[in-house]
């Protein structure tokens, strides 16, 4: 790999001695546990041992809304990070050289045109007390952007050629960090080879994943994403399993993994219905059943007598075979009988 400056290419034994104790740590950081924010911070510092900077900044870029953040940032004003993550990554003629033509580092003045006269420099960060500066795209292994680090210094000899090269090593070491996809991944190999999937995000986005596209037509696709936001506050954390009727009627079983802002939808496989030969209002009752509601609460929800549900209940722990309710629920969430709820709520 040669830099931009045209400097030799970069292998682990040109490293520079004392670049190689924080690449490391930073290598075992990005694959460890800790939360990610916790993560970048901590890269961050130790890149401070490689390059004696003013401010530096991570941003992740979230494939989902197209949309820039800060993970994390050590020196840089509230305006800096805010045009870093907007007008920097929609305009920047440095930016968008690395994205388009070559995604190796650029220092300001390894850019062919003079990079102190374009906006950026001359508007942002130059008043900002900065006199050089750097970015790098963080890619993963197989070259997909997944966000980018940003380096300001006081002066140009701040930033080395040896430290260009090492910024290289650290465009593949970071993105495990910033990876909004990663997760997903991870998820997503441990389904089985013929289960399709997609991600929803808490404003109701829907991203396909590659090779998993959603065989459904689209008004299924439309109804089954407000079903799951009528339940967003359970699923989005942990894991849940799911069945849900399409409007055409046919029943779909459902593993769902809450993780932050986004769910992972998975369908396991299509289903001849619901188990025990409950009825479909049998099988809304045995969900609300599951989320803590009473006979009394169950009859104000369905307009019927408490005697009604009383009946139904009766019918639905002969069906299921359970002895009471607490049993039932407990059955339910582990077979993964209970219910979406239906679009129109």
């Known amino acids: 790999m040669t830099s931009a400056a045209g400097v030799a290419p970069w292998t682990a034994s040109s490293l520079p001695p004392g670049h190689m104790v924080p690449l490391l740590e930073i290598s075992r950081m990005a694959m460890s546990d800790a939360d990610r924010k916790e ?3 901590e890269a961050l ?3 401070r041992s490689i390059i004696p900077y003013e401010a530096a900044g991570i941003s992740v870029w979230d494939p989902l809304t197209g949309v820039h953040q800060t993970l994390a940032s050590d020196g840089y004003s509230e305006r800096v990070s805010s045009y870093l993550n907007g007008d920097f990554v929609e305009e920047d003629e440095m930016y968008r050289s690395m994205r388009t033509k070559n995604p190796l580092p650029l220092r300001w003045q390894d850019f062919p045109d003079n990079y102190r006269d374009l906006h950026s420099a001359r508007s942002v960060f130059i008043p900002a007390g900065f006199d050089e500066g750097m970015s790098a795209l963080l890619l993963s292994g197989g070259h997909r952007y997944t966000g980018v680090l940003h380096i300001s210094v006081g002066g140009r000899e701040d930033i080395t050629d040896e430290a260009v090269g090492s910024v290289t090593w650290l465009q593949s070491l970071l993105s495990p960090i910033v990876d909004e996809l990663a997760t997903w991944s991870r998820l997503v190999e441990r389904l089985s080879p013929s ?3 997609m991600v929803l995000d808490q404003s109701g986005i829907v991203q396909d994943l590659p090779d998993r596209r959603w065989a459904t037509s689209s008004d299924n696709r439309d109804a089954l994403r407000s079903s799951l936001m009528l339940e967003w ?6 894991t849940h399993r799911r069945m849900w009727r399409s409007p055409s009627g046919d029943w779909l079983q459902l593993r769902i993994y809450g993780v932050g802002t986004r769910v992972l939808v998975a ?3 299509n289903s001849d219905g619901p188990p025990c030969s409950l009825t479909y209002q049998e099988m809304v009752i045995v ?5 803590g509601k009473s006979n009394k609460q169950l009859a104000s929800d369905l307009g019927v007598s408490v005697r009604t549900v009383a009946k139904h209940m009766e019918h639905i722990l002969d069906k299921a075979g359970a002895e009471s309710r607490t049993e039932l629920c407990s059955r339910a969430h582990r077979e993964g009988f209970i219910s979406l709820p239906p679009a129109s709520g």
Request: charged fraction near 25%; charge should be neutral.
């Open 195 to 197: 289960s399709s999937a």
């Open 287 to 291: 969900a609300r059943v599951a989320e």
């Open 267 to 269: 369908v396991e496989e």
């Open 233 to 238: 506050a359970t699923l989005s954390s942990g």
């Open 45 to 47: 510092r130790a890149i």
């Open 39 to 41: 993560k970048a911070c």
